[in-house]
């Protein structure tokens, strides 16, 4: 009988997942900050959005798959794990982005929180959507802007509207006006919050 190794097998499981979990957050960029935890039992999960919207989730199975050569893995069995681990990171991150994206435009469709910039996306659509978005604010007052997550097309429009607001005097004080309602918004959230002990 052979050898079995159980503490082994168990220690390069987890190794594993530890690595595969470090490099899907890689690949998914903005997407990898968002906070996450793992789910040992259920089906899914209820999603309290704190304005009476509720969501009901169901786990979602994201099968990837990498195709090994025999004749790399035995010149290289380091370096074709790392190759084979890095092609499951990168797909895993793929098929949690597009979840996350899929979710997001769902709940908004839901909330009639949709903005269509039919046309050229201006510093004054820019501005606008700012304007709807709930910012969040540092301890010192400054805005915490909200990372955007556009197509390839779009980010340069994107960049040209905050050339644009850069410099215009109108535009800026525009968006300092938007800022300063939001901090006020942000303060009235802060201040309605009831402590719990």
């Known amino acids: 009988m052979l050898p079995d190794f159980k503490k082994t097998k168990r220690l390069i499981e987890q190794r594993t997942s ?6 899907t957050q890689f690949h998914m960029g903005g997407f990898g900050s968002i906070a996450r935890r793992k789910v040992h039992e259920g089906s899914g999960f209820i999603t309290d959005y ?7 989730s169901e ?3 994201m099968p990837s798959k ?9 010149q290289d069995p380091a ?4 190759e084979v681990l890095e092609k499951i990171a990168f797909d895993q991150a793929f098929q949690q982005s597009k979840l996350i994206i899929d979710k997001v435009t769902d709940v908004t469709e839901k909330t009639g929180n949709v903005y269509d910039f039919r ?5 004054d659509k820019l501005i606008e959507l700012l304007s709807r978005y709930e910012m969040d604010f540092m301890p010192n007052g400054q805005p915490r802007l909200p990372t ?19 410099e215009s005097p109108e535009l800026a004080k525009k968006l300092e006006k938007v800022i300063i309602e939001q901090r006020q918004r942000w303060y009235d959230r802060a201040a309605a919050r ?4």
């Open 18 to 23: 530890n690595v595969l979990d470090v490099r």
């Open 50 to 56: 704190g304005d009476g919207m509720k969501d009901d």
């Open 59 to 61: 786990l979602q199975q």
């Open 66 to 74: 990498a195709e090994i050569d025999i004749r790399k893995l035995l």
């Open 79 to 82: 370096g074709v794990y790392i």
């Open 119 to 123: 046309g050229e996306f201006t510093a």
């Open 148 to 166: 955007m997550f556009t197509g390839k097309a779009s980010i340069e429009n994107v960049k040209k509207a905050f050339a644009q607001i850069n």
């Open 194 to 197: 009831k402590l719990v002990d």
